[in-house]
């Protein structure tokens, strides 16, 4: 690709286009600089949702930055990444104009309002000739939340059309049901004080120290002398650090969890009042009858002996025993009954509702949350349902929209987007903030998919990711560090960003690019009164009224920066504001009848077991805390570079190496039945027998996993995929 394109600047650059609101001018950093302010902004990675404090120069910009001390997130600590974060935004990749794809040719660039015009002309024409549902958005848990319920709303209600969704469907979709199901709203009840609170801590298919390092530094202040109990097939750096590491077999865990149960009921270590609060005991204790220790041996690879002291630790009732969990439990073929099997261990135990206790789930990005309640993609904006007449119509009169333009079903999940894309039902994508072509479960499919498609457009901060490199459109977008608006972390807690920095080129925050299309495409009069990212969460937080969620007692950003960011529900006229505050103390849940449900069924087979052909079982997930995804940041940090491999490897146990005759640093080809990688053999005792780990920031790495999902949340099976090493001659 030839770079010079972008270093020049074409079309028109009139001010009201590339000066956003509030932001800066255009001068240039001097390169000594003493900081004579600071601000604050959210971190932009992960949902632990630590508070960096920037140091500005005369001119608002930042130069440097260090965590916040009396944050209560995150007490003056902060990840490599978290103090690198300024890093990714000067590279020399950033995407400064829109790009125009030709087919077979190179991009060129164009005006925005030429991309705007195409962008209009193109999505209305597909929408005459085949209908609302011919086009589909995917987006993501990393832009503001803000940004977020504005392309959902403007897409649905405003654009016409029906279908969207974001990428925590790879990431938070399971615990989205689970609690839906469970509690009668998406609810994660932990507030952080509870690592520190807790007897015992146990983490299921959580690498707290590569993946929520702060987090694990919270554990780390825990004064009870905690036990940490880690269930996890590979012994992870958190495994290594924990009292205790149970190496079940992957998948293993749904029959863990029921044979926890299990125990716990026959010896009655149960909590009556907790379980007054519930429905569905009966039918849960006779099911559970059937999941002896020595009914779920075989199938974890634990002792009975193991699993039976493993429930009295979890159930004794003199100490506060507290569930986490993230990707090991969420992107699984059966992930929601798996996170509900949490969830039912903690309702038996009276381990909700009480410091150092609950069924936790940590989640990923630095909005995963705001994505959760206010994307408009499987929930209605502002934790509402659109199949509920009374929460479409409540949502119509607070946006001043007419009822008929909300839509009364939710989307199709992510999978059934592309499979819509296969059967030519969806014409054209929009993605935003997010680079399925690495990152997708079965990668190598979007290749194909992508001739299927009549309009791909990609909006990113990089011009050059997988993803905007098939686009037909691209649009250059701020990043954090450019824009305002606010996250919602993994404790509920609402955190503001700011502008530091002024956006390269042409490149537009997000917020003011769907603005510029919502007056392409001749709707913009709907979005009138969404003028800053700060009046439209005005907007969102009138919607949560009365809702779960319910944040009417925010007044402003500056009231969120002034309390350490806000946890929801806050709702006005709430005059008992604390800083930490967790779910259900009240025992009572969302449903009508005020009572939590038990909701199980029986585990199933691994979707691609292992086999004589494709003998290793892949493991994926992260590999550093150096290296965020797909790396399209993290890559731009020579700080963060120095500090992980920049090529891929394979984790494999010693013996199965050396069967194979293979030694450190060999390359060797990883091949599953959708496709092959290759990558440099590291020996590692971490990885059990018969499975191998590969970290999910190397591009190929996804042609190789296996296209399975959880029924209830679509979520996919990441962690699960037979594959066979071929070493590669040197
Ligand atoms: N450095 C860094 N930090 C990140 C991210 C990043 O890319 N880089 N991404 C962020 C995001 S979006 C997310 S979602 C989180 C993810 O955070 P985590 O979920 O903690 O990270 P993963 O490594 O994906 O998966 C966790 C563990 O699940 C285990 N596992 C695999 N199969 C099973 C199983 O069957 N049962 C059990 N019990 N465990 C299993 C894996 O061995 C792995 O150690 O991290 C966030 N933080
Ligand atoms: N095999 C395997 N695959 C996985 C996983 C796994 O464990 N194993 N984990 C899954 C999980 S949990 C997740 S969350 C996904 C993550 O997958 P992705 O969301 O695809 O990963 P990112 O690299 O974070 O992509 C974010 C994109 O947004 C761009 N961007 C950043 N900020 C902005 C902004 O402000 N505006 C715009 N417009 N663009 C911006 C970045 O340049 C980047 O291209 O990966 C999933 N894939
Ligand atoms: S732990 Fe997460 S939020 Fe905190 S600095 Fe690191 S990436 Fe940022
Ligand atoms: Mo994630």
Not at 42 to 60: F, R, S
Not at 203 to 227: F, S, Y
Not at 331 to 346: D, F, M, P, Y
Not at 546 to 575: A, H, K, N
Request: net charge neutral; proline share 6%; aromatic share 10%.
């Amino acid at each position: 690709m030839n770079l010079r394109f972008l270093k020049q600047q074409t079309g028109p650059l009139t001010k009201d286009l590339v000066q956003e609101p509030g932001q800066f001018g255009l001068g240039k950093v001097p390169s000594r600089l003493k900081p004579v302010s600071t601000t604050t902004s959210i971190c932009g990675y992960c949902a632990t949702g630590c508070q960096l404090k920037i140091h500005l120069d005369e001119k608002g910009e930042a130069i440097n930055l260090s965590p916040q001390a009396h944050y209560p997130v995150n007490l003056g600590m902060a990840c490599p990444k978290g103090w690198q974060a300024l890093d990714p935004l000067t590279s020399a990749e950033r995407g400064t104009t829109p790009l125009l794809r030709k087919v077979g040719g190179d991009p060129t660039e164009t005006s925005w309002q030429d991309a705007l015009d195409l962008f209009t002309k193109r999505l209305k024409s597909i929408k005459e000739t085949h209908g609302h549902e011919s086009v589909a958005f995917l987006s993501t848990g990393q832009i503001p939340f803000e940004e977020m319920a504005f392309l959902g709303c403007l897409f649905k209600f405003g654009m016409g059309f029906l279908h969207g969704d974001a990428n925590t469907r790879q990431c938070m979709a399971t615990a989205v049901t689970a609690y839906k199901q469970s509690f009668g709203f998406d609810a994660p009840p932990a507030t952080y004080a509870d690592f520190e609170l807790s007897d015992v801590i146990v983490l299921v298919g959580a690498n707290l120290c590569i993946a929520h390092p702060i987090l694990w530094q919270r554990v780390m202040r825990n004064k009870r002398n905690p036990k940490i109990i880690v269930i996890d097939p590979r012994s992870t750096e958190t495994a290594q650090a924990a009292t205790q590491h149970i190496a079940l077999k992957p998948k293993g865990d749904l029959a863990l969890l029921y044979a926890l149960a299990h125990c716990i009921l026959r010896d009655e270590r149960i909590d009556p009042v907790s379980i007054a609060n519930t429905e569905g005991i009966e039918s849960f204790t006779s099911f559970v009858a059937d999941y002896s220790p020595a009914a779920v041996s075989e199938k974890t690879g634990l002792t009975e002996a193991e699993i039976e002291s493993l429930a009295r630790t979890v159930s004794d009732p003199s100490l506060k025993v507290s569930w986490w969990w993230t990707m090991g439990v969420n992107q699984s073929h059966e992930g929601v009954r798996t996170a509900q099997a949490i969830i039912n261990l903690c309702l038996i135990t009276g381990n909700i509702g009480k410091p150092g206790t609950g069924p936790n789930s940590i989640t990923g990005q630095c909005n995963a949350m705001g994505s959760r309640l206010f994307s408009n993609t499987t929930s209605l904006v502002g934790g509402h349902e659109f199949y509920n007449s009374d929460h479409r119509e409540k949502v119509a009169r607070i946006l001043e929209i007419p009822a008929d333009h909300i839509p009364s079903e939710s989307s199709l999940a992510y999978d059934q987007i592309f499979d819509a894309v296969e059967t030519g039902k969806i014409k054209a994508l929009w993605i935003v903030a997010t680079n399925p072509f690495h990152s997708w479960i079965d990668s190598g499919k979007l290749s194909r998919l992508r001739e299927k498609l009549d309009f791909l457009v990609v909006q990113d901060m990089y011009w050059n990711t997988e993803t905007a490199l098939a686009a037909d459109l691209y649009l250059p977008a701020a990043s954090w560090g450019e824009k305002s608006g606010c996250f919602i972390n993994s404790e509920r807690r609402i955190g503001t960003i700011k502008p530091v920095k002024k956006a390269p080129g042409q490149a537009l925050s997000d917020f003011r690019i769907f603005r510029l299309i919502a007056d392409s495409w001749g709707c913009g009069d709907m979005f009138k009164k969404w003028t800053t990212p700060e009046e439209a969460f005005k907007i969102l937080r009138d919607l949560t009224q009365g809702r779960p969620c319910d944040i009417t007692g925010i007044e402003s950003y500056q009231m969120i920066d002034d309390r350490g960011g806000i946890q929801w529900p806050f709702v006005l006229g709430d005059t008992s504001f604390k800083p930490e505050r967790r779910l259900f103390e009240d025992g009572f849940f969302y449903f009508e009848n005020r009572k939590a449900k038990f909701l199980f069924s029986p585990p199933q087979e691994l979707p691609e077991p292992p086999d004589v052909e494709f003998p290793f079982l892949l493991l994926t997930g992260r590999g550093t805390s150096s290296q965020w995804h797909t790396q399209s940041r993290t890559s731009k940090s020579t700080v963060l570079r120095k500090l992980y491999p920049a090529d891929a490897y394979v984790e494999i146990h010693p013996s199965d190496a050396k069967r194979l005759g293979l030694k450190n640093h060999h390359p060797v080809c990883i091949r599953s039945r959708r496709g092959e990688m290759t990558a440099f053999v590291y020996i590692a005792p971490t990885v059990q027998m018969g499975q191998v780990f590969i970290p999910m920031h190397y591009a190929a790495l996804n042609r190789l996993t296996h296209p399975s999902f959880d029924p209830h949340s679509r979520q996919p099976n990441y962690k699960a995929a037979a594959v066979k090493l071929v070493r590669i001659p040197s």
